[in-house]
Nanobody, 126 residues
Framework: QVQLVESGGGWVQPGGSLRLSCAAS????????MGWFRQAPGKEREFVAA????????TYTNSVKGRFTISRDNAKNTVSLRMNNLKPEDTAVYYC???????????????????WGQGTQVPVSS
């Protein structure tokens, strides 16, 4: 398990940009897959992006490809999500997640992630 704390959320206008950060505890951060999920009001939590421990592999849900970028700094135990050209449909609570098991095509499933942050809100509106 790893402790996760998100930051960087807040209101943004459509077309704007925001950078979310997630700080992780522990000395084995580089061994964890890291991901971002989001949950809009009245909807289920959905996968946004994930990055491998070495940062050699990333994957995104189709709706954010080309707009969002996930990155990590293993020296600082942080993972970030850069969000550009935000749309009202991106409005959600964004969660950082960690998975100690290998990469799998099923990592879009929230139940396969063992550690979660408390979430940070991102309202996108004019």
């Amino acid at each position: 398990q790893v402790q996760l704390v998100e930051s960087g959320g807040g209101w943004v206008q459509p077309g704007g940009s925001l950078r979310l950060s997630c700080a992780a505890s522990g000395r084995t951060f580089s061994s964890f897959l890291m991901g971002w999920f989001r949950q809009a009001p009245g909807k289920e939590r959905e996968f946004v992006a994930a990055i491998s421990g070495s940062a050699s592999s990333t994957t995104y849900t189709n709706s954010v490809k080309g707009r969002f970028t996930i990155s990590r700094d293993n020296a600082k135990n942080t993972v970030s999500l850069r969000m550009n050209n935000l749309k009202p449909e991106d409005t959600a609570v964004y969660y950082c997640a960690a998975r100690g098991d290998p990469w799998t095509p099923m990592l879009v499933t929230p139940s396969l992630w063992g550690s979660w942050g408390q979430g940070t809100q991102v309202p996108v509106s004019s």
